[in-house]
């Protein structure tokens, strides 16, 4: 089992609640360079006039986790966000900025839209996408380079968002980034870092791999670089998650951490106590491991044998989750 030194569990709890953040922010939108103890207060405003009504089980318990973060954690409380595009249906991500100056770039998980854009990542199928590589801190100036790269048109457009950020938010070269996300959002996080000289860090809640043939073309593109931003990435997940094992993956073994869970296997909060800190460490689960081996058998299959597979089954997630 690999352990967590003190300074990335740090940082791990930190973009946790971020995460956790991302999947209430559609209840109320904050300001430009609102600070994130102020945004809580204002979800809790929100669940108190609608006295809980409207929101779920899960969302009072992410709510809770929240404001007990704040609480003892004055770097998460005194952040501010810079940058928020909400979506039910695409893409949703944010930034933060700390006090210490470093940079959160959090990406949410699988929008209504998206499970067929997992399908099609995972499958092997090629297509053209442009990337669209904005100068940092020119304003939202850039070139556009088109790759055959396996890449998806959601991992395309979060690494375009990302850029365009960092151009509109003026981040210096040597700016510390973190970028981070749940599921979907794992993934994308994964795809900005491989594919940006930018993040210092990636952590992946839950996040997904990618098809053999994506990872060949990165590694073919970047040379030497590849193995270098590999390194970058880490990967957290609850210990039965049966997504973060889905296709190859991107994470090096050595970055991979599994944790206890309660209240479901691939939630956000699943691997948070109350007062959002990650649970104990363990090994991986029995179900993970088993779809880890069907999942591994399926990404050796050829890429037009493998799509419809992969598209058939995301079409169930899209309709029925």
């Not at 699943?270 to 460490?281: E, H, N, S, V």
Request: glycine share 6%; charged share 25%.
């Amino acid at each position: 089992m690999n352990y967590l030194d003190k300074e990335l569990l740090r940082k791990a709890n930190e973009e946790a609640i971020y995460n956790v953040y991302m999947y209430l922010a559609h209840k109320s939108v904050p300001k430009e360079k609102e600070t994130f103890k102020s945004i809580v207060h204002t979800l809790e405003e929100n669940f108190k006039n609608h006295r809980g009504q409207l929101w779920s089980e899960r969302e009072k318990r992410r709510l809770k986790i929240l404001k007990n973060a704040i609480r003892f954690n004055s770097n998460l409380a005194n952040s501010v966000i810079e940058s928020l595009t909400v979506s039910k249906s695409l893409m949703t991500a944010c930034c933060f900025l700390k006090p210490d100056k470093s940079i959160s770039v959090v990406f949410k998980g699988t929008g209504d839209d998206e499970w067929i854009d997992n399908g099609e990542g995972l499958s092997g199928k090629s297509e053209e996408n442009t990337y669209i590589f904005y100068e940092i801190g020119r304003g939202e100036t850039g070139r556009k380079t088109v790759y055959n790269d396996f890449a998806t048109d959601s991992q395309v457009d979060a690494l375009n968002w990302f850029y365009m950020t960092a151009a509109k938010c003026g981040w210096e070269e040597d700016a510390k980034i973190t970028v981070s996300g749940h599921s979907k959002g794992g993934n994308k996080a994964q795809f900005v870092t491989i594919n940006s000289l930018r993040p210092s860090l990636c952590l992946s809640f839950d996040g997904q791999g990618f098809s053999p043939e994506a990872l060949k073309a990165f590694k073919n593109r970047l040379g030497a670089q590849y193995e270098k931003r590999r390194q970058c990435i880490h990967s957290f997940a609850a210990e039965n998650d049966y997504v973060n094992v889905l296709g190859t993956p991107l994470v090096p073994e050595s970055n991979m951490y599994f944790f206890k869970s309660r209240m479901g296997i691939h939630h956000m909060d699943a691997i948070l106590t109350d007062m959002g800190k990650l649970r104990r460490q363990c090994e991986q689960g029995t179900l993970s491991m088993y779809v880890q081996g069907i999942s591994g058998d399926l990404m050796q299959t050829p890429p037009h044998f493998r799509h419809p597979l992969t598209t058939t089954v995301m079409s169930f997630f899209q309709k029925d989750i």
